[in-house]
Structures are given as structure tokens and as C-alpha cells.
């Protein structure tokens, strides 16, 4: 079982940078892939960027490519989302997801485990 808590989420402006955080309990995080979702209101949840239970491979949605991080820190079982020239089209509900997986399985359903998300509003 794990779970897991998103932090880091607030209001920011076009061109800012913004990291998010998901700290997980349970033992089996380190041996878990690790993913960010978003949802923006009125639309479905879509896959942002992924990482393998080593963090030696990162797989990322063509619209975040070159802008967002993801990295992990297994030994304070955290995962970390650094978003950088955000946009508005950013915005929406950002989930953290736990799964055996592979690293590049994009579908929510590769996941067995979410947070309950966190806030990103991007103004333009």
C-alpha cells in the first residue's frame, strides 16, 4: 500500500517556475515507477511526466518536453515535478501516481495508487 500527498501547488504568472512535490508512505515506493497527472476543469486527466523507480528514465508528454523535471528522491521517498515557462494551458489539478509499471506507460491505468492532487493556476 502506498500513499501518497502532493504539495507545492499555488498561482503564478505566464513565464514562472513552479516545483511540485508528492511525498509517499509504504516500502515499496522505491520500487515503483512514479508519475504526474493533470486535470484541467471540464476536461479528462492527462498524463504530464514519468520516472522510472531508479530515476535512471523520465518519460514526458510532448507538451511539457524541454519545460518540466521530474526527478526522485528514494531515500526521502519523494517525487519532484519542476515546471519551468509556465503557461496557462498548465493549469488544472497536477496528481501524483504510483504503479509497478513501466516508466513509459502513459495511461492512468497503469497506476494503482494517486494523491489527491494539487492546485496550479497559470495566468497569463
Known amino acids: 500500500q502506498v500513499q501518497l500527498v502532493e504539495s507545492g501547488g499555488g498561482l503564478v504568472q505566464a513565464g514562472d517556475s513552479l516545483r511540485l512535490s508528492c511525498a509517499a508512505s509504504g516500502r515499496t515506493f522505491s520500487s515503483y515507477t512514479m508519475a504526474w497527472f493533470r486535470q484541467a476543469s471540464g476536461k479528462e486527466r492527462e498524463f504530464v511526466a514519468a520516472?522510472?523507480?531508479?530515476?535512471?528514465?523520465?518519460y514526458y508528454a510532448d507538451s511539457v518536453k524541454g519545460r518540466f523535471i521530474i526527478s526522485r528522491d528514494n531515500a526521502k521517498n519523494t517525487v519532484y515535478l519542476r515546471m519551468n515557462n509556465l503557461k496557462p494551458e498548465d493549469t488544472g489539478v497536477y496528481y501524483c501516481a504510483a504503479g509497478p509499471t513501466p516508466y513509459d506507460c502513459s495511461g492512468y491505468r497503469c497506476y494503482n495508487y494517486w494523491g489527491q492532487g494539487t492546485q496550479v493556476t497559470v495566468s497569463s
Open positions: 520516472i522510472s523507480w531508479s530515476g535512471g528514465s523520465t
